[in-house]
């Protein structure tokens, strides 16, 4: 047996034939004997026809991943009309006698090779869309048929590289799962993959001589067995078995309310820590983003993200949930979560230290940053604010100052900003304490149990030592969370949850019944949790 490592792009499992493909290469001759106007003419019917081709494929894709990945083939289509593209084709026409297919692929290169040069990592995946566009074109020039393993037989594909248009025209029914020696887990290609729920791995070092041999493609482990024994074949069958069984049903739980059978509705939302979780929650039917931990833009990297790096990242996010509501907590660094340019000095007890809301209160150069990027993006969506850690009401009438001025600066500017939600998080006991006060000064209370924990117990929530006395199930955390719920109800302020606990099954009637209106969880337990309160029937009376 061998194995490979890889990077997984889905977490699942694929057994069968491996089929090792090999794209033929397009030989494009460089020197034209047709005048340019006729090679131009060859261009222009090759770009009507690949356009034609996108339409369909647009429509195919639309029914097997929907909208949202779809729409990588209009992106397609718009490169295919974009002016700088079509006029690189047209000079090197007319100026240096060549066919259309050499003009289209010097074009493809070179705008591919810029689009990589590019830091922004999602304009860098546009090189391989280029690419994928001018290969359909020069295919179309030179009449290359599109190729792909024959025969009827299932298999496991294993490629040098997969272009979107490639994978979507796959023959799924035949189509266990994908190896690539190149591509990213950020491409479209991974992305249409997770989407369409093909286990597959990027960055395998396969050999041709795998061809025909049985495999065994693990995507929890992110390696490839091939030739597996007998014993590792069925163990491994039986996991797939149990896993397609339950992905199956839960993903029928798609576009379904999270409603108990008596009716009462909750919404179940994600929590992510930058734009590399917003596909995982949709692709999970989050019914917004109740937690946008913004401080993981702040960490790992030199200096602090300027107000437009973080305005596009936010709009991007807003834009991409497309209308449902996206709270995004403003920097909560400090204690575990710390940033060098912070210049933050060393404490005895840093969980009781300098962070979030204190940082940002007595910073407000860095604050302020931040809130108009947050104002900017809430002209793209649905975006609400909420400060972390707060224990004083002073705290966050100051905060809304600073939103306020800030609101009102980029109004002077001229710059568009949309309505927004204000919220806080509620994970000091002081906070609940003060609850009352706290919800006539905001839109909506966000229940931090990870904190809540830790201050109400006075148990540092790192220290491994303590495990068994971080207790969230305590009647004390439990009866502070109710106060803050009746609390923020009683002044008309909604309430989510967004803590750990969120996705701890066995507290859901709990929450529930509390009347939380929002769970917030990672974005994998997200439809377990709506199939947990699609079981729940909170008109029976409570438990023994
Ligand atoms: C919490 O404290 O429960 C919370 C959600 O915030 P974090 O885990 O980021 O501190
Ligand atoms: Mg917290």
Known sequence: MKVAAGTSILKGIAIGTIRVYHKEETRTSRLSHLTPEQELSRFQAAQRAAQKQLEELYTRALETVGERDAAIFEIHQMMLEDEDYVGAVREALSTQ????????????????AAFSALEDPYLQVRAADVRDVSRRVVDLLTGAAPGGPEGEEPFILA???????????????????????????????????????????????FDDSWDGHTAILDGYHSCVYVDPGEELLSAMEARRRAHVQRAALLQGLRGQPSVTLDGTRTAVCANIGGEEDLEAALQNDAEGVGLFRSEFLYLNRKDFPSEEDQFQVYRRTAAAMDGKRVVIRTLDIGSDKRADYFGLEPEENPALGYRAIRICLTRPEIFRQQLRAILRASAYGNAAVMFPMITALREVQEAKALLNACREELKREG????????????????????????????????LGTNDLTQYTLAVDRRNPKLGRFFDPYHPAVLRMLKMAVEAAHRHGCWVGLCGELGADPSLTETFLRMGVDELSVSPTAILPLRKRIRGLDLSRREGP
């Open 415 to 446: 710059v568009p900003a949309g309505p927004l939600e204000v919220g806080v998080m509620i994970e000091t006991p002081a906070a609940v304490m003060i609850a009352d006060e706290l919800a006539r000064e905001v839109d909506f209370f966000s």
């Open 97 to 112: 006698g060549v066919t259309a297919e050499y003009a289209v692929q010097a074009a493809g290169e070179r705008f591919s």
């Open 159 to 205: 490629a040098d590289d997969l272009t979107p248009s490639e994978t979507v025209q796959l023959d799924r029914s035949r189509l266990l799962g994908f190896l690539t020696r190149h591509g990213s887990p950020t491409s479209h290609t991974a992305i249409l993959a997770r989407t369409m729920g093909i286990p597959a791995l990027v960055g395998v070092d």
